[in-house]
């Protein structure tokens, strides 16, 4: 078993930044992706950003050049640094972890508020 802890949500003021972090506990063996996803009210689940077990990196086109993926190899953590927020970035955002070639695990959540 596996579990994702994420942290960093919060409410922020449009035009700021927040980092958000996913520790995760249990054994993880071989090729993995770890991502981002996030579910607005009212709205689907989407991925937000990927970083794959060999160092790829994926964006969805509306957080390209604002958002920042990363991960801590030692520690199985993955990070999301999240810069010009907009109102529209506001969401539950959800750590998931596939360990390949399917095994999913999900965090909770974390809610982030952009708003003035």
């Known amino acids: 078993q596996v579990q994702l802890v994420e942290s960093g949500g919060g409410l922020v003021q449009p035009g700021g930044s927040l980092r958000l972090s996913c520790t995760t506990s249990?054994?993880?063996?071989?090729?993995?992706?770890m991502g981002w996803y996030r579910q607005a009210p009212g709205k689907q689940r989407e991925l937000v950003a990927s970083?794959?077990?060999?160092?790829?990196?994926n964006y969805v086109d509306s957080v390209k050049g604002r958002f920042t993926i990363s991960r801590d190899v030692a520690k199985n953590a993955v990070f999301l640094q999240m810069n010009s927020l907009k109102v529209e970035d506001t969401a539950v955002y959800y750590c998931?972890?596939?360990?390949?070639?399917?095994?999913?695990?999900w965090g909770k959540g974390t809610l982030v508020t952009v708003s003035s």
């Open positions: 998931k972890i596939t360990i390949l070639p399917a095994r999913e695990y």
């Open positions: 249990g054994s993880i063996f071989g090729g993995y992706v």
């Open positions: 970083i794959a077990s060999g160092g790829m990196t």
